[in-house]
């Protein structure tokens, strides 16, 4: 991989110890995907994950005194005030999420602490490239922004933050976002939950760029957020086009790039009945929680669950992730007050996988209309259901799935 002077510089170590550490990393990744050279940011987003690795690597970049050039924004890490407030969390995880918030801001980083950065506080243009980690804010930049990044990995998107540069490969290059499979959809898919069913089918749709046609015009950002987010649950996705909507897809011409694609498969109702049988368990008798916000909910989403509680207190405890910048905008239309009289809770900055908020949860039984919250909490043996908002919210207010 050529290199300019200046990042040759900085390899050498003429900008510091961090600079030099970060570059030798992106200069092997560069090399390991047989970049030709390395091309400058405009954005970044790390998805931090306020764990021991984590936290580990950007204290090393920090000691070695690097500085992010581009100033990303972060994932989810947890509010310490808000999960101490409610006695769930140990010296030890707050200890952690400290010590994640020191490194993060020393190096520089805009601490939003929110997986849906694109919506708050870090919007790419069409054609900007830019290092963005989070397996949904990755899918969302190419596919719906028409953005260029890697699906990078936090300490990837970490180190081209400091440097201000990525190595050029994959995604960043016209040929690779191309379609390769079209996908005709025969399914209803409707509602933001039925094309978080559809995200689901990735196994079915196989390996290369989904080029989706057969889908109503008309779909919701969450819609779109949602797609992209569960084709990372069940596969691995870059990017996807839909034909009419997303920005390189004008027409199947252009989102295949003029050639034929190389395969075709048509998505049935049977496909997703079966996804979300592979990801939801079977409800028992009762429903002790409802968790919803994964990725973080939107203001819309969260004025929506008050609209489905109509002025009804839950019975079991609705909890709703999101980002500062939604709450902030909840509490100042008075929406949050009247969420919490509701057994609502809106939890800021935090993420379903983070045990140290949740792992109070393990061995109950709960719903969420998110099938990668589902898969995540499974891991530490939280048993979640997977339905639509509106089945989530009737069954918080019985406190139990209907027969
Ligand atoms: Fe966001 Fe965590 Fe879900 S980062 S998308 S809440 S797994």
Same mark, same amino acid.
């Given at each position: 991989m050529k290199l300019t002077p200046h990042q040759q510089d900085m390899?050498?170590?003429?900008?510091?110890?961090?600079?030099?550490?970060?570059?030798?990393?992106?200069?092997?990744?560069?090399?390991?995907f047989m970049a030709k050279r390395m091309v400058p940011i405009s954005r970044a987003h790390v998805a931090l994950s306020a764990q021991e690795a984590d936290v580990w690597f950007a204290e090393k970049l920090l000691a070695a005194g690097a500085e992010c050039a581009i100033p990303p924004t972060v994932n989810p890490g947890y509010s310490v005030n808000c999960f101490k407030g409610l006695g769930l969390l140990s010296p030890e995880g707050e200890e952690v999420m400290r010590r994640t918030h020191e490194a993060y801001k020393g190096l520089g980083a805009v601490l939003t602490y929110s997986c849906t950065p694109y919506l708050f506080g870090n919007i790419a243009r069409y054609g900007e490239v830019v290092s963005f980690?989070?397996?949904?804010?990755?899918?969302?930049?190419?596919?719906?922004?028409?953005?260029?990044?890697?699906?990078?990995?936090? %300490?990837?998107?970490?180190? /081209? !933050? *400091?440097? &201000?540069?990525?190595p050029e490969y994959g995604m960043l290059l016209d040929e690779n976002r191309f379609g390769d499979v079209l996908v005709t959809v025969k399914a209803k898919v409707e509602s933001d939950f039925e094309f978080a069913l559809l995200g689901l089918t990735g196994a079915a749709i196989g390996d290369g760029v989904p080029?989706?046609?057969?889908?109503?015009?008309?779909?919701?950002?969450?819609?779109?957020?949602?797609?992209?987010t569960q084709l990372n649950v069940s596969g691995v996705c870059d990017k996807y086009h839909i034909i009419g909507v997303t920005p390189d897809a004008m027409s199947l011409e252009q989102a295949c790039g003029g050639k034929r694609p190389e395969r075709e498969v048509t998505i049935t109702d049977a496909h997703l009945e079966e996804a979300l049988r592979a990801y939801s368990i079977s409800p028992g008798d009762s429903v002790d929680f409802v968790m919803l916000g994964c990725p973080?909910? %939107?203001?819309?989403?969260? /004025? !929506? *669950?008050? &609209?489905?509680?109509?002025?009804?207190?839950?019975?079991?405890?609705?909890?709703?992730?999101?980002?500062?910048?939604?709450?902030?905008?909840?509490?100042?239309?008075?929406?949050?007050?009247?969420?919490?009289?509701?057994?609502?809770?809106?939890?800021?900055?935090?993420?379903?996988?983070?045990?140290?908020?949740?792992?109070?949860?393990?061995?109950?039984?709960?719903?969420?209309?998110?099938?990668?919250?589902?898969?995540?909490?499974?891991?530490?043996?939280?048993?979640?259901?997977?339905?639509?908002?509106?089945?989530?919210?009737?069954?918080?207010?019985l406190g139990r799935p209907e027969k």
């Open positions: 390899l050498d170590g003429k900008h510091g110890k961090g600079k030099a550490m970060a570059m030798r990393i992106q200069a092997a990744i560069g090399e390991g980690s989070e397996t949904s804010v990755s899918v969302y930049a190419n596919s719906v922004l028409g953005a260029r990044t890697h699906r990078e990995g936090a %300490s990837s998107s970490l180190c /081209a !933050a *400091v440097t &201000g540069y990525v080029v989706f046609q057969g889908l109503a015009p008309r779909m919701s950002t969450e819609a779109l957020i949602a797609l992209g973080h909910y %939107s203001y819309e989403q969260v /004025a !929506a *669950v008050a &609209g489905l509680l109509r002025g009804q207190k839950a019975k079991a405890q609705i909890w709703i992730l999101t980002s500062g910048a939604v709450l902030d905008l909840a509490r100042s239309t008075g929406l949050a007050e009247e969420l919490a009289a509701l057994n609502v809770l809106l939890a800021p900055g935090t993420c379903v996988d983070q045990r140290a908020c949740f792992g109070h949860l393990a061995g109950g039984c709960g719903v969420t209309d998110s099938p990668k919250c589902a898969y995540y909490m499974g891991v530490f043996d939280v048993r979640l259901a997977v339905r639509d908002v509106i089945t989530c919210i009737r069954w918080a207010k």
